[in-house]
């Protein structure tokens, strides 16, 4: 027997074997529906929705900044710029 002929016959009783196993599967699928008998359908029980109340949010007015605090704001901006990569 050649190798192609044996692949052949390979690739044929792949087939049907498969063919063979998917027919058993489906009779022992239908015979175990016939043991159960009759399908009762469950009724479907509907969810109540609950709407999500939004809380307030308060809205914060931003405080504008005394010139004495923005004095302090712009002084430690300066002095910051020393100690940094480029310093040594």
């Known amino acids: 027997m050649s190798h192609a002929s044996t692949l ?20 022992k699928r239908l015979a175990k529906l016939a043991l159960a008998g009759p399908a009762v359908k469950k009724e479907k029980v509907k969810k109540v929705k609950v709407k999500k109340e939004k809380a307030e949010t308060v809205k914060v007015k931003k405080v504008k900044l005394t010139k004495e605090e923005l004095g302090r704001q712009e002084s430690k901006k300066g002095s910051g710029g020393s100690g940094g990569k480029g310093a040594h």
């Open 8 to 27: 052949k016959a390979r690739r044929q009783r792949q087939k049907t074997r498969k063919l063979l196993d998917g027919e058993v599967k489906q009779a």
